[in-house]
């Protein structure tokens, strides 16, 4: 009992066509509080330190890690 692989993609994609489709609502508030500046370099500081700064030492080593030891 083997199908076609022609029925199979069909019924595959007949299953598409009966999916239900949800559309995302989203609402949006102002904020409770305002963002101060000492939060803003908080935030920043806190994204160098730990995105930045680990791939600018593996640059900065970079021959380093080409030599064969």
């Known amino acids: ?3 076609s692989t022609a029925q199979l993609l069909r019924d595959l994609t ?3 066509w ?3 489709v949800q559309c995302a609502q989203i609402h949006s508030k102002p904020p ?3 963002l101060g500046t000492m939060d803003v370099a ?3 500081a806190s994204c160098v ?3 930045l700064l680990p791939s600018g030492w593996v640059l ?3 021959e ?4 064969q030891e």
């Not at 380093?64 to 030599?67: D, E």
């Open 1 to 3: 009992m083997s199908l």
């Open 42 to 44: 908080v935030g920043l």
């Open 49 to 51: 330190l730990c995105f």
């Open 60 to 62: 900065s080593h970079l």
């Open 64 to 67: 380093s890690y080409k030599k």
């Open 32 to 34: 409770w509080e305002e």
């Open 14 to 16: 007949g299953l598409t």
């Open 18 to 20: 009966r999916l239900p």
